[in-house]
């Protein structure tokens, strides 16, 4: 089968929201009056961003949700998106389960997919996604990480630290009970883009960011931005973790098998949690509730911003906690 | 050198068009009212679209001309682009003359780098790029792929068949005096996309689209979106060959070393070439002219779409040529 039977075959639908969608050399879209686009791209590769063993349908998933969850952090509505795909022979048992796992995930977010590119070569998933942002007297109305001010809560949304427990299973570092694993490599493999928490926090948020690359690292993009610093209580962000109420639950106590500091280590810096990070004043505590709950999203305080360069760790007590925890990066 | 700096160092300038550049979750653009939006992406491999010995600099000029050459081809002026990157290493040896290149195309077509995303992995370049195309009366001025009507001439821009040509020498199939191969090489690795020429065929092409998988195989998209046939005559598309006079110059005539089957093949199926096809009706024939000699672009009339079905090749004296040219499929 030829490249263009291929997409014809797996991406090609009718144009809904697109002027002109897949087949021509480029898409037309129509923006919205009164509105910015935000553009986010992101790129997957095998061996680095996903194991050869992924199931292509929860590949198709995520490949999307990293991107969405970039359009989330802005406060930006999903509108369209276009797909570059190297793969390293046109493999149709691949392509089905690939395709119907991203488009699941596109069509619940009314987002279309309006062209792309395929090609030969190691797989490599490169996705760029449109987003529309309202423009309100003049004032854009997205999301930043520039905007966080000393005296603002510091929340996150979902749960963190479970994607780097699964990789470290699979990795063979520690190990835990089935149920354990199977919760969370879950949320390693199918994350879910908090658009809906994002679109709500328009006007409540003083500045967001989402959690690719661990809470901490993610956090200090929205200091360094913002020109601010930040006190984190560890503990609660620790207590984030899904797996770790279930693994404590199975052993009848949180045991010395699975060191603390490496739970502190997974929840901290992670990576691959794709949750949302902000900040808001005190005075939006309700409005901030109100937004988790219309999006049923559940959020959680986890520090304060403070005019004091630096971020700074707690414990429960209110105790200094040394920083050693670092950002992934991806030639480090 | 961390991810960051690598991206600050090398990609990161001050936003200029887009109302938030490089270092956010999404890049904001503002669309100019009263226009749509072009966009289309491009995926690049190395052993596939370029070989491991290219110059880096050539490269980031040729990864964004593909995708400019796909806004030349529906008319759409350029103004922004994303670049995703896999890179085997962080080597500034290799970054510093590859943004270079990309970014000195970008400047001169005022297409400016608002994001994207650079991981570790087999080297991969995936581009994304934004154009405005007017919309008046509800009307958008694209340039489709599906305007073709029976009667319109049909015509190619620049020369045709040199990068193929290029490519067979470094493959060892062919070889050329070295002043003939540069200029070809030239052409592979630094296609000059056709912007200027896609603006002003605005209003006077009925049809266009850019010449990456082949000539033909590229009319064929246009013959088959428009519902029409066409007649090509292939002496005038092999002359297109830029390689050709001057290769035939030097040996002091056009011999059997390279056979003639190898010039119309590369010229009517060669790919790579980045040029523009399009269609214009013969009562535009002035305005086409007009367009060239506006955008400093030479152009050829090769053909004409006739309604009758199927693309049909003639010779210098109107004989039917037997039609054993396949187009470029990247999983041939």
New interface residues.
């Given amino acids: 089968?030829?490249?263009?039977d291929?997409i014809e075959r797996h991406f090609k639908r009718p144009a809904r929201r697109a002027?002109?969608g897949i087949?021509?050399?480029?898409?037309?879209?129509?923006?919205a009056?009164g509105?910015?686009?935000?553009?986010?791209?992101?790129?997957l590769?095998?061996?680095?961003?996903f194991l050869s063993t992924v199931d292509p349908f929860k590949l198709g998933h995520k490949a999307l949700a990293v991107n969405l969850s970039?359009?989330a952090?802005?406060g930006?509505k999903p509108v369209?998106f276009?797909?570059?795909?190297?793969?390293p022979?046109?493999d149709e048992a691949w392509l089905a389960p690939f395709s119907k796992g991203l488009l699941a995930l596109a069509d619940h977010h009314r987002c279309e997919l309006?062209?792309?590119?395929?090609?030969?070569?190691?797989l490599?998933i490169?996705i760029?996604v449109?987003?529309e942002?309202p423009?309100v007297g003049g004032r854009?109305q997205?999301l930043?990480?520039?905007g966080a001010r000393a005296g603002d809560d510091i929340y996150v949304s979902g749960t963190v630290g479970d994607a780097r427990l699964a990789l470290e299973v699979f990795r063979g570092t520690v190990s835990v009970p089935a149920p354990v694993f199977d919760a969370a490599r879950l949320r390693m493999e199918q994350p879910t883009p908090r658009v809906a928490l994002g679109l709500a926090l328009r006007g409540v948020a003083t500045s967001?960011?989402?959690i690719s690359d661990g809470l901490l690292g993610d956090l200090g993009h929205i200091l360094k931005?913002s020109g601010v610093g930040a006190t984190v209580e560890v503990a609660t962000v620790v207590n984030l973790i899904a797996a770790l109420a279930s693994y404590t639950g199975s052993r009848g106590s949180f045991d010395a098998e699975i060191p603390a500091q490496d739970w502190q280590r997974w929840a901290l810096s992670g990576g691959d949690d794709y949750e949302l990070l902000f900040t808001a004043p005190v005075a939006h505590r309700a409005a901030v509730a109100q937004a988790a709950e219309q999006s049923q999203t559940p959020v959680t305080r986890i520090g304060q911003i403070e005019a004091h360069r630096g971020l700074r760790l707690v414990d429960a007590q209110g105790q200094a906690v040394a920083n050693n925890f670092t950002s992934f990066?991806?030639?480090?």
């Avoid at 087949?23 to 923006?31: I, K, R, S, T, V």
């Avoid at 990066?329 to 480090?332: M, Q, R, S, T, Y």
């Fill in positions: 089968m030829g490249e263009f291929l002027a002109l087949g021509d050399d480029c898409a037309l879209l129509q923006p009056p509105t910015q686009w935000a553009i986010s791209s992101d790129m590769v095998e061996g680095h961003h970039d359009l952090a802005c930006a369209a276009t797909l570059a795909l190297a793969l022979r046109a309006v062209g792309g590119d395929t090609t030969q070569g190691p490599n490169c760029t449109f987003g942002v423009v854009s997205a930043l990480r520039s967001a960011i989402d931005q990066d991806h030639f480090a």
